[in-house]
């Protein structure tokens, strides 16, 4: 694999411009980013899921066929849902996100009154990662929109931060892959 990435250096780095520009644009149009990934979402899930009746109806003879079509139906409304209405359903994954953060920030302060005469180092970041999840689901659940548009800003930095370690190591490998004479990974000595 590794005689592949020394070869085709340029791959990796093509990888890591089309992040640094996702990166960029996740930072210049938040919410069209946002909109755009529920949309491409959507579509993907609809597909899917008319190809899984389309598996439900091939296999009727099964005992599970039913069970089945009624996955690539959900799937196929769930896509539509998507498609019509990105920018709600996006701010509904938000509101959902916010709960599941909050229930996740109780048991994590409920587990801190479990362990924290057992496990005296790290009580205290128990403690502090269960009011910030409850503070961050409130934040959701409050403003939706402004969560999504955060979500992502830290895809963006994320997009951006794998860009350039892409970048970087294709230099190294593009390096490596045309070493001087005498010189690489794969010589041998005599």
């Known amino acids: ?54 598996a439900a109806f091939a296999n009727r003879e099964k ?28 701010m509904a994954f938000a509101i959902l996100t916010g709960f599941w953060a909050i229930f996740t920030g109780m048991l994590q302060i409920v587990a801190f009154f479990s362990v924290r005469k057992a496990h005296s180092a790290t009580w205290g970041f128990m403690l502090l990662t269960g009011v910030l999840a409850i503070v961050l689901g409130m934040f959701l659940i409050w403003s939706p929109l402004s969560g999504a548009v955060a979500v992502t800003y830290l895809l963006g ?24 004479p005498g010189e690489g990974p794969f010589q041998l000595s005599h």
């Not at 994320?158 to 190294?172: D, K, N």
């Open 1 to 54: 694999m590794e005689l592949v990435f020394y070869r085709h250096w340029w791959l990796l780095s093509l990888k890591g411009a089309a992040l640094i520009i996702l990166g960029i644009l996740a930072f210049i149009y938040p919410l069209s980013l946002v909109i755009g990934l529920a949309l491409y979402i959507g579509l993907v899930l609809a597909l899917m899921g008319v190809l899984t009746i389309v």
């Open 157 to 180: 930095v994320e997009a951006l931060l794998i860009g350039i370690m892409s970048l970087v190591y294709s230099f190294r490998l593009r390096k490596i892959a045309s070493p001087a």
């Open 63 to 90: 005992s599970q066929w039913g069970w089945i079509l009624a996955v690539g139906l959900f799937d196929v409304v769930l896509g539509a849902v998507l498609v019509v209405f990105p920018l709600q359903s996006v």
